[in-house]
């Protein structure tokens, strides 16, 4: 009887899975060890490590910390797996026994907490788990793996980073990017959809400047910090009264320092704003309205100097492959067979970046396919609870200091769906 691609594809996981005790201790050593963006120098040392243990041809120092894992396997397509490798400036209040408590020194010189709190750790365990998966079922399928671990995600520098460096002289060149990511919704679940699912996003460091004065003669001064609180405030009045209210807009403050002591009117305010969207035209809208506003309000308030406004990230959005998206749809679809509707679900657009979609825009050449999608974290009897309740707004979000994905099923799942990711587009022997 003649044996069907889904059943090799099953044949291959079940038989090749690794070890989930050794990749739950890989997971909780990473998150155990986080670092920030551009110092994620013992992150990319166990990665490697990893890599030559399992058999990988691999580059290190791409793009600052990147590290690539190549692995050739005769004729067929080549195929592109990512993860990041960093954390964010979050200090742990999960109260697991291996939750983080580095500080490191940010790149704004301040002492900082650190936390894997958009779980990259579990995404790289995830990616670690199927280069095993794959290597070590080598003779069941051809082609070119490439896994590809990525630095300074959260701050959307590193896939232009490594580019810049040469990345695609180095590697062959991908037939289809792939990536997934992790996300508070019920663990065990993976969420899918062709087209867009994650938007623009441009991320401004602005400068308003005022005249310093003693605190007791603000009749004296120009105050850069009530002039920058009203620009701030004024902002959210470009969702609520100029954009289309079809149209997703989010316009946030991150940051905002200003002065050295309570009796000094200081000279100057810095603060960082992300503008999101879903649609070029709109984002293009909202960025000019942003700075439209905060050159106004230091005009009408009489500061001595124009605001800096330096836009250190513009991201475009992420389209999914329609073809490739549907291809791996039903690839995941017949892999669970009666559990599919459980497992498999359609993937709300979510307002967050990435800049994977860069890796699928090779400098001077024709894009590559890509699918990007998210699987869920949350411990399934906890998010059902939730959900009954009515309460799932109160589950932990990503880049909280209480994000924390129940290690399984997310990392099978995880496993699951990068391993089938793959074996939907490499040659099944």
């Known amino acids: 009887m003649q044996v069907t691609l889904s059943e090799r594809r099953r044949k291959i996981i079940q038989e090749f899975f690794p070890d989930p005790e050794q990749h739950a201790t890989i997971y909780k050593d990473l998150h155990q060890h986080p670092e920030l963006p551009c110092q994620e120098q013992w992150t990319a040392s166990v990665i490697a490590e990893r890599l030559e243990t399992v058999g990988f041809q691999f580059q290190r120092g791409i793009g600052g910390y990147g590290v690539v894992g190549l692995l050739r396997n005769g004729e067929g397509q080549t195929v592109l797996l990512r993860s990041e490798l960093d954390a964010l400036p979050i200090k742990e209040q999960t109260g ?76 062959p060149r991908p037939t289809v990017c792939l990536a997934q990511h992790c996300v508070p919704t019920k663990s065990g679940t993976i969420l899918v959809k062709p087209g867009r699912v994650l938007g623009y996003l441009d991320s401004l460091k602005v ?109 475009p959005a992420i389209d999914n492959d329609v073809a490739a998206t549907r291809q791996f749809t039903r690839v995941l679809e017949c892999y669970y067979g009666c559990r599919a509707s459980e497992v498999v679900h359609e993937m709300p657009p979510d307002i967050v970046a990435d800049d994977f979609v860069l890796l699928a825009r090779p400098p001077g050449e024709e894009p590559i396919p890509y699918v990007y999608w998210n699987i869920g974290v949350t411990d399934p009897e906890t998010w059902e609870r939730a959900n009954r309740e009515g309460k799932l707004r ?21 496993i699951e769906a990068l391993a089938l990711s793959a074996l939907t587009f490499l040659q099944l022997l």
């Open 207 to 315: 400068r308003v400047y005022g005249c310093g004065a003693h605190g007791a003669t603000p009749q004296l001064a120009i105050d850069p910090i009530m002039l920058a609180a009203s620009i701030i405030t004024r902002l959210q009045t470009i969702v609520s009264r100029e954009m289309d209210p079809k149209q997703p807009v989010v316009i946030g403050c991150g940051t905002f320092h200003a002065g050295t002591d309570a009796s000094i009117i200081p000279d100057y305010a810095d603060f960082q704003l992300d503008v999101r969207t879903f649609s070029e035209d709109t984002q293009k809208l909202a960025k000019a309205a942003v700075e439209r506003i905060i050159r106004k309000e230091c005009d009408v308030s009489g500061s001595p100097a124009a605001p800096r406004i330096v836009t250190v990230v513009s991201n």
């Open 394 to 414: 109160d589950l932990p979000p990503t880049h909280s200091a209480i994000y924390a994905p129940a290690i399984e099923p997310t990392l099978r799942t995880g």
């Open 96 to 171: 697991l026994p291996y939750a983080s408590k580095v500080e490191q020194v940010d790149a704004d010189g301040i002492t900082k907490g650190v936390m894997h709190a958009c779980a990259h750790d579990m995404h790289m365990t995830c990616l670690l788990g199927v280069a095993a998966l794959l290597h070590d079922a080598r003779k069941a399928w051809s082609g070119t793996l490439i896994v590809l671990f990525q630095p300074n995600e959260e701050r959307l520098l590193g896939a232009k980073a490594m580019i810049d460096d040469g990345l695609f002289q180095k590697l």
